[in-house]
């Protein structure tokens, strides 16, 4: 490309002279956003060793952009990770490291019931029509998950580090154990936790994933996921999922969730914090039939105490009203002032979010029953403002909505499990 763009006409101008040719010498102190999909180069033989993988660079931005380099590198160091690849949502990242374990029809994925209600969804509709059978298990019952492991023989055993919606801290080292000894792998999906509060592959686990819409990004502007690996022999498929299904992560994100992630710990820090203070004081309410809250029961608290950073129980709450209506429940929602009715977590502001009709709409209203997701739970994702804000504004909103009759003996709150 000529440097000087004078002798051209001005059609030509507009588009070659707007390239820019000159970049400063000086390093920038902020990830720059590498926009460009495509890049040239002197010559054809380096523009192909460069595709050959011969020579670094980038060539198209679905195999690879420099922006997002940096996220997957940093995510790598942080989850101690071989390799890690990042796309354009957590949903991507998981069906990335499934398809990393090498499944094929006839293959088994033992899964924790305890799951998203779109990675139940994924397993099911979208593996499950290659012929690859997903059978579900309560992971907080190890015994149940070893019999079932020793029986099916699975190739993948998945589960949350901290559950969707019902906040169970996996015994991740226990899990690896099992899944190590019957020839399988473990995926974690530690997007609850994020790698502050726990590193998976630290536990034995085999493959990382993180929705980095959540607490990575923080801020609800970005969405993304990232699949870690510990062994480099994933570099190959997670790289080919990128590059052949297509889900990448854009640079514009990737650049947002960067922002995102040099605040996670202080965040972390003070969401589990509020998340604490919430909890505590919920607790006491005679209008909540139920805290669900890491830090309560004494198992999952040494569950929670091994495989969590110390003190910290996670930003999540979640509640059922005594009523345990939906009708109630939508009622406490409206109320709300100060916390948004949200369809996500993770966030800097505190966010409810009502789990039968959100995060597990699609599962059936029998299964909801049977896992516990009843229609008066909501999920609280305690963001980092005055804890007594966020309290005072609960408060109001079950004032307004939930008619508790406080004289009925026993009407106490039952306390927290994991
Ligand atoms: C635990 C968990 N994993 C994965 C996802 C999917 O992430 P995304 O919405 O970025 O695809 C979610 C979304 O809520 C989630 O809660």
Redesign the pocket.
Known sequence: MAEDKSEFDILTQLVQGTLGTEWPAGQPTSTPIYTAATYTYESMDQMDKVFSGELPGYVYTRHGNPTVTVLEEAMRVLESGSVARAYG????A?HAALFACELSPGSVVLASQDL?G??TNLLLNIFGVFGIKTVFADFSDLDAVRSQAEAMKPRVLIA?TIS?PLLKVCDIDACAEIAHKTGARLII?N??ASPYLCQPLQHGADIVVH????FLGGHADA???IAISRDAFDTGALTGVMKLVGGVLSPWEAHQILRGMKTLGVRMDRHCENAKGLAAHLQNDVRIGRVYFPGGAETAKSIAGRVLRPGHFGALVSVELKDNSRETAFRFMDNLRLVARST??GDVFTSALHPATA?HRDLSPARRRELGITEGLIRISVGIENVNDIIADIDQALSTSVHADVSVPGAVATGSTG
């Open positions: 949502s957590g949903m991507a998981l998203y779109a990675t949350e969707n999906d997007t609850f929705s980095a819409t959540k969405m993304g996921g996500s977590l995060s």
